[in-house]
C-alpha cells in the first residue's frame, strides 16, 4: 500500500474503519467483500477492487466506507432526488422521504418550482402559504436530523424556476434568512436567456391558472441573482434544458433537479453511485500511464455497477429507480497535482488540453466496460426505450449496462484520505495549518511536491513557509520567490475566474453528466464580476455554476498590510477616540481597546479575567506597555513584530485564524487593524464549521470542507 499520512490516517479512524478494523486495508477488503458477496460474478475481479483502493488509485465514496459490510443499513449512496409535486399527499410524501434521506446520512434535491406560488387560491378554500415556507421546512428539517445520526447535518438542493412568479423573493432569500442546511439553484432557461440578451421583459405564469403575475426587466433579475451570489454565495444557477438535452433516459420524462451538490442532475428517486479515480498516482516523468489508468477506470466501473446491488435505499422507490436506470458516476481527483507534477499551470491551455484528453479517456473507457457488463449480465432496463438518444450522445451503438458513467463530485474526504487534491479544484493552499482533534497540536502541512522540489532551494525556508500561511496560502507576492514557481504554484483565489470557467467546461465536454465545482472569488470582486461570470459559464457549456466570493458569508476575511510611518511623542488631550476588539483566546475572551490620535494608534488598554487573577493583571501590563511604546514613537509594525507569534501553552482558533496567547491576540488585532491600508491586502476567508465550530471552512466542489476536523457537508 501506499504510504499515508496522518490527515489520511485521521479520516479512517474517525469515519472508515469499522469495529474491529486497524488499518485502510481492512476496511477496503470490507467494502469489496460486501459487493462480490451480492455479485458472484465480480468475484473474480475482488482483488482488483482491493488493490486499486490500496494503492490510493480509487476511492468509493464515503458512505460505502462507512456502511458496506458493517452491522447497519448498507447505504451506498451520499445523495438522492426526491418528488415534490403541488398537492398535499405529495408534498407529505417528499418530507418522509426526505427524512429517510437525512436519517441514512444523505442529502436530498427537489425543485420547489412545482409548488403553487404564495397567495394563489387552495381547493379547499383559502390561499397557499407558497414555496418559500417549504424551503423554510426542509431547511429545519434537515438542522433537526442529523446525517445518519453522525456529527455531520443534512444537506438539501432547492432548485427553482426563473418562471415562477415568486422567483425573485427565493433569489433574495439566503440574503435575509439563515438556511445553513440548504444550497439553492435558479433554473435559468433558455427563453429566460433570449430574453435576457434580447434586454426584453421577463413574464411570469401563475402555476394553475397560467395567467401572467409578474412582469420585471429580465436584466432585474439577473442583477438580483448577481447580487445575492456575491452577498452569500447563493443561488447558484442551473441550466436544465441544456441538462434535459444530454440526459440519456428521457422515456422517465424532464429531470427537474440535481443533488445537493450539483453534479449529478437525476430523475424523481434517481441516486448517485460515485467513485474518483486519484490521476496524480496514475503519472511519472514521462506523462499520464495510460494503460494503468484504463486498468483502474475498468475495475471502478466494474465496483461501482457492483454497488447498486449490494447497497440498500432509505425507501423501495429509490431502489426500484436505481435498478431500472444503473446509473454510476465515475469521476477524478488529484487534478490540480497531476498538473503540478507534469510542471503545468492550472490555467493553462496545456493543462486544459491535457484535462478534456484524460476526461474523455475515462469516459470512452467507462463505456467501453459497461458494453462488456451489458453482455455478461443484462442492459440496464429502459435501455431499449432510451437506446436511441445514448447512441446519439455518445455514438455507442452496442447496449450499456448503466444509464451514466462519469460525473465530477465532490472529494473533500476521500481526496483527504488519498492525500490528493480536491476534484477538478486548483490548490486551495500551498501551506495550510491543521488544528489535529486528539491532541489538540497545530500541526503545519506543506503541499508534498512543494517541499519535494524545492527544500534544497536557498529561497526555501521556515520564514517562507510561514509566510505563505500568513498570506493565507499564497506565494504570489513574496519578492523572494522566483517568478516561474509563482507561475507554477497558483491556488484558487491567484487564478482568474475565466481561466477556471475555461477548465470546468473543457472537462464538461467529456462528462455524462455534470460537475460540482465553486469558482472562487476574491474578497473586492463586483456583483458585475459575477454577473459575467454567470453569463461566459453558460457560453462555455457548462450545466450550472456556483460562486463564492471570500468574506461574503462571514465578512471576517485574514488581513496582512505593510508599515505605517513611527508615530511621534504626543501631549495627550482630553479626549481620544478609538475601537474595543474582543477576541477569544485560551483565557478567554479577551478586549482590547485602541485609541488613536491623528488616526494613528497612541494608547492600549487590555483587559481579560476577574479582577484581582494574574491574567488580569498580566493583560492590564501589556496594555501598558504598548501604550508607552506607542507614545515613545515605536510604530505599529514594531510592536507587531514583538508579540507576533509568542506561544502559550494552550492555544486556541478565533473566527477561522489560529489565536496563540494573548500577546499573540494583541498582535493580530494590530495587524488587521491598523497595518497601513496603502500596502496590497491578501485575503483568505474560512467561515465557521458547523461541526467542530473552529470557523475553518473553505468553499469548494460546490461544497465545503473543514481544514480542522474534515467534515464535509457532501462527503
Known sequence: MSKLGENALW?????????????????????SNAVTKIRPDLEAYKEEFIRIQNENRFRVNTPCYMNLGCNRRQIASACFVGNLQDSMPEIKQFYDDATEVFLAGAGIGANFSDLREGGSGLSSGGSSSGPISFIRHLNSLGGTIKSGGKTRRAAAMVVFDVTHPDVMDVIRLKTLEDLSNINISINLTDDFLQCLQMDGIWETTGFKDGMIKTKIKA???????????????????????????????????????????????????????????????????????????????????RMLDGMLDAAEFPTENFRQVAQQTRNIGLGIMGLADTFLMLSLPYE?????????????????????????????????????????RIQTLWQIDEPVRNSQVTTIAPTGTVSISCECSSGMEPLFA??????????????????????KRYYRETWYDSQLINEIKKRGGTLQKINKVPPEVKRLWKTAHDI???????????????????????????????????????????????????????????NQPIKFGGVVPEVRRFKRPRK??????????????????????????????????KSGNNKKADAEALGRMVSLLFQMGCSVQQVYDQLEGIAGRDVTWDEGKKVLSIYDALARVLWEEYIDPQRETITAEYDECPNCRQGRYIHKEGCGECLDCGFSKCG
Open 430 to 451: 500551498i501551506v495550510y495549518e491543521k488544528k489535529i482533534t486528539d491532541t489538540g497540536d497545530i500541526m503545519t502541512f506543506v503541499h508534498p511536491e512543494f517541499e
Open 576 to 609: 481620544l477616540t478609538g475601537n474595543t476588539f474582543c477576541v477569544k483566546t485560551a483565557q478567554g475572551h479577551m478586549y482590547i481597546t485602541i485609541n488613536c490620535h491623528e488616526a494613528t494608534p497612541v494608547e492600549c488598554f487590555v483587559e481579560i479575567g
Open 348 to 388: 493553462s491551455t496545456q493543462a486544459r488540453e491535457l484535462a478534456g484528453q484524460i476526461m474523455g479517456f475515462i469516459t470512452s473507457t467507462a463505456w467501453n466496460e459497461s458494453v462488456a457488463l451489458a453482455k455478461e449480465t443484462t442492459p440496464f432496463p429502459l435501455y431499449q426505450e432510451n437506446k436511441e
Open 496 to 554: 482568474h475566474w475565466q481561466d477556471r470557467i475555461l477548465m470546468q467546461a473543457e472537462l464538461q465536454r467529456a462528462v455524462t453528466s455534470s460537475i460540482s465545482s465553486t469558482v472562487n472569488l476574491p474578497n473586492d470582486a463586483t456583483v458585475e464580476d459575477v454577473y459575467q461570470l454567470i453569463f461566459f459559464a453558460h457560453e462555455q457549456g457548462l450545466k450550472g455554476v456556483t460562486v463564492y466570493r471570500d468574506g461574503s458569508k462571514t
Open 11 to 31: 479520516v479512517f479512524r474517525r469515519l472508515y474503519l469499522d469495529e474491529g478494523e486497524t488499518k485502510p486495508l481492512h476496511t477496503f477488503k470490507r467494502v
Open 219 to 301: 436584466r432585474d433579475v439577473m442583477n438580483a441573482i448577481a447580487e445575492s451570489s456575491h452577498a452569500c454565495g447563493d443561488p447558484g444557477v442551473v441550466f436544465l434544458d441544456r441538462i434535459n438535452n444530454w440526459d440519456t433516459v428521457p422515456s422517465l420524462g424532464k429531470i427537474r433537479t440535481t443533488n445537493p451538490c450539483g453534479e449529478q442532475p437525476l430523475h424523481a428517486y434517481q441516486s448517485c453511485d460515485l467513485g474518483s479515480i486519484n490521476i496524480g498516482v496514475h503519472v511519472d516523468a514521462t506523462g499520464i500511464r495510460w494503460e494503468e489508468l484504463e486498468k483502474t477506470v475498468r475495475m471502478s466501473v
